[in-house]
């Protein structure tokens, strides 16, 4: 699936300042993770299952 299709949400913590910014996709089986600053649609991003983003926001 190419970026373009997908709904990105960038983090609540990022700020508007240009710094550490993290935007999230999500879907049935794959969570999309990339850094917002280079938001482009072919920016490198990594994948993780659902069960392991669950586990990263409840760690």
Request: proline share 7%.
């Amino acid at each position: 699936m190419s970026s373009t299709a997908l709904t990105w949400v960038k983090s609540s913590y990022s700020g508007s300042e240009g710094g550490n910014c993290v935007e999230v996709a999500m879907e049935p089986a794959t969570i999309h993770i990339r850094d917002s600053k280079t938001a482009a649609p072919t920016a490198p991003r990594i994948t993780v299952a659902p069960e392991a983003w669950a586990a990263f926001l409840a760690w």
